[in-house]
């Protein structure tokens, strides 16, 4: 099974500042089809998790383009370059290279 | 729009059964592969089952593996989870997804707001 691994667990960020959120997998995300099945996810407080990030680096219909994914192989980061106070929340990466999929541990972001 | 809607969740005793239903709708149903999500109360969230959009692909955590079946019902536009044998560890929010497009990896896109599972005597 592939274990994913984020850093930090939590996040205090001041509005207008950026963030970054790593995230480590045990295997190679890279699929025999050539893609690498790494996603981003927003959960705020009540809600579902909400797409941000598909396949390492597109955004999701929608996404504010202060939102940006990077990474291959193992090591993936999110970065949000301007962070506002609706961006609260727990962010979580997940891989489905290997089915079912698995998710980090979450990072929970709040503001200062 | 694309709406997921889950029921059939409940407060259930351990070892007993329960089923949870997906009704979905804003989107061919029956083109695309689907999710269950689970969230246990203040935790993470872990992949608990994953069916292809015709049903013949299906994997499943090694946590539920043998307890719990995956199915679908493209003439109802429904995904449906059985439950057996459950466990305290089972209780959690259930979320029923719909996949990304593309192909049998492809991750959830749309989720719906989830049913809460509660196992206990």
């Known amino acids: 099974d592939i274990v994913m691994t984020q850093t930090p667990l939590s996040l205090s960020v001041t509005p207008g500042q950026p963030a970054s959120i790593s995230c480590k997998s045990s295997?190679?995300?890279?699929?025999?089809?050539?893609?690498?099945?790494l996603y981003w996810y927003l959960q705020k407080p009540g809600q579902p998790p909400q797409l941000l990030i598909y396949?390492?680096?597109n955004r999701f219909s929608g996404v504010p383009d202060r939102f940006g994914g990077s990474g291959s192989g193992t090591d993936f980061t999110l970065k949000i370059s301007r962070v506002e106070a609706e961006d609260v929340g727990v962010y979580y990466c997940m891989q489905s290279t290997q089915l079912p999929p698995s998710f980090g541990q979450g990072t929970r972001l709040e503001i200062k | 729009q694309v709406q997921l809607v889950e029921s059939g969740g409940g407060v259930v005793q351990p070892g007993r059964s329960l089923r949870l239903s997906c009704a979905a709708s804003?989107?061919?149903?029956?083109?695309?592969?689907m999710h269950w999500v689970r969230q246990a109360p203040g935790k993470g969230l872990e992949g608990v089952a994953v069916i292809s959009y015709d049903g013949s692909n299906i994997y499943y955590a090694d946590s539920v593996k043998g307890r719990f079946t995956i199915s679908r019902d493209n003439s109802k536009n429904t995904l449906y989870l059985q439950m057996n044998s459950l466990r305290a560890e089972d209780t959690a929010v259930y979320y029923c997804?719909?996949?990304?497009?593309?192909?049998?990896?492809?991750?959830?896109?749309?989720w719906g707001q989830g049913t809460l599972v509660t196992v206990s005597s």
């Open positions: 396949e390492v680096s």
């Open positions: 804003g989107f061919s149903f029956s083109t695309y592969g």
């Open positions: 295997q190679s995300l890279l699929h025999s089809d050539g893609k690498t099945y």
């Open positions: 997804a719909k996949k990304c497009p593309g192909t049998v990896a492809a991750g959830p896109d749309f």
